[in-house]
């Protein structure tokens, strides 16, 4: 048997038309209706989960740079605080003094 579009009959194969039109009743139509909102809410919670997760990247990332700015202040305090009784000591032995 050949199924086609037609409704014609040929002689030595019998044709039926493949009925293409799509129907919707109402309980379909509710349920494609809560599949398409579930989908659009599940879409929802990925986007703000994401942007969740980079939040706190980011945040993370500038408490590490705010550290790091406060290490590169007490290495340069420690640094002229060195430096000074380097230049104290050079100069005690400079004087003769002790």
């Known amino acids: 048997m050949l199924i086609t579009r037609a409704n014609t009959w040929q002689s030595p194969y019998r044709k039926r038309t493949i ?3 799509i129907r919707l009743g109402p309980i379909s139509l509710k349920f494609v ?3 398409l909102i ?3 809410a599940l879409f ?4 703000s989960s994401q942007a969740a997760t980079l939040k706190y990247k980011v945040m ?3 408490d590490q740079k705010s550290k790091a ?3 590169v202040k007490q290495l340069e305090v420690e640094s002229a605080r060195l ?3 380097s230049e104290i000591k050079n100069d005690a032995d400079r004087l ?3």
């Open 60 to 62: 993370d990332l500038e």
């Open 33 to 35: 209706t809560v599949i």
């Open 96 to 98: 003769n003094l002790q």
């Open 69 to 71: 700015q406060t290490d």
């Open 38 to 40: 579930a989908i659009a």
């Open 83 to 85: 430096k000074s009784l």
């Open 44 to 47: 929802y919670l990925a986007q």
């Open 19 to 21: 009925n293409s039109e």
